[in-house]
């Protein structure tokens, strides 16, 4: 019986690609890790073999791969030492003998010149699977379409309008939901010979686009000023956010300002057999509108 290993699975994507699971295999085929014990007793009510640990702690990520084929690792999040979380998990497998790891990786137009350095690590990790050894599949992810209230300020730019540095740079947006499911379906089908998946919508957006879909959709003029770093630097800092915080933000938009996040492919639409959803529709829900 083919067991499959989810980290991050108490998460947005990881309970996606959880629910599509389901459909095929059963909870007892699935192990997850969840440093919650609230979530570790939820998920063990419903069959699941699930692990109290993070991904520094080894010793469980060894225990949580037993018998296990395939390890989906979601990557870690950016407060930590990302890199030696994912390394742990990639280690793990090696020792236990696993057969094959699926990592979340970033669909961005060049490694080398990204601006963003975080999205540095999402290659080092493809860098550090592939020299593992171990049969890989990469879900080179673009930027969750769910992402879009965090940087336009929520349902306030409704009123308010949109104001980033992000010039006309566009991204191939695709929902979150949407990734998880075709992860889970590559998953299922075993197609996961040293593959790599890019996951984007079938259209790239502006925030000009962002700006007309929401004045669409609600019925205000909503407006996409486009605004240079150092105005965006103070009208950050008039709001309190902290100043590592602010360049986080900044080296992201610039990347998106440099067209990184810009590329389309039709790797999610082959997988799930159906058009992504647009940028309409996806506002539409994630927006309430
Ligand atoms: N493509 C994009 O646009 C985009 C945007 C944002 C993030 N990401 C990346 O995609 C990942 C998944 O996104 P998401 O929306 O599902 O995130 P999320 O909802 O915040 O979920 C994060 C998951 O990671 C687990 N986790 C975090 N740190 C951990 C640690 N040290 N040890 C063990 N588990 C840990 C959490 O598990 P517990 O809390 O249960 O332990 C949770 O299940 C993120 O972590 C991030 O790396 C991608």
Redesign the pocket.
């Given at each position: 019986m083919k067991k499959i290993f989810v980290?991050?699975?108490?998460?947005?994507?990881?309970s996606a690609v959880i629910s599509k699971l389901l459909t095929e295999i059963q909870s007892k085929q699935i192990s997850v890790?969840?440093?919650?014990s609230e979530?570790q007793k939820e998920f063990q009510a419903k069959g699941f073999h699930a692990f109290l640990?993070?991904?520094?702690d080894v010793t469980t990520l060894e225990k949580a791969m037993e018998n296990v084929e395939v390890v989906l690792l979601?990557?870690?999040?950016?407060q930590?030492d990302r890199m030696q979380?994912h390394k742990n998990v990639v280690d793990a497998a090696k020792k236990t003998g696993i057969k094959s790891i699926a990592y979340?990786s970033?669909c961005l137009h060049d490694r080398n010149s990204l601006v963003n350095k975080l999205m540095d690590e999402h290659f080092e990790t493809e860098d550090y699977i592939k020299a593992s050894g171990l049969a890989h599949t990469f879900f080179r992810?673009?930027?969750?379409m769910d992402?879009i209230p965090q940087f336009i300020g929520g349902k306030a730019a409704l009123d308010k309008g949109i104001f980033l540095p992000a010039g006309n740079g566009k991204v191939a947006f695709a929902l979150?939901s949407e990734m998880g499911e075709a992860m889970a379906k590559v998953l299922l089908a075993g197609d996961c010979e040293n593959k790599i998946y890019n996951f984007t919508g079938d259209k790239a957006y502006s925030f000009y686009d962002i700006a007309t879909a929401l004045s669409e959709l609600s019925g205000n003029l909503v407006s996409y000023n486009a605004i240079d770093d150092d105005t965006f630097t103070q009208m950050m800092q008039q709001r309190n956010v902290p100043n590592a915080s602010i360049r986080k933000i900044i080296d992201f938009i610039t990347d998106i300002r440099h067209n990184q996040e810009q590329d389309i492919y039709d790797d999610l639409e082959t997988v799930l057999g159906r058009k992504p959803a647009s940028l309409k529709e996806g506002l539409k829900t994630i927006f309430g509108l």
């Open positions: 980290t991050g699975a108490t998460g947005h994507l990881g890790l969840t440093r919650n979530k640990g993070s991904y520094d979601i990557s870690s999040g950016d930590g979380d979340t970033r992810n673009i930027l969750y992402a979150r």
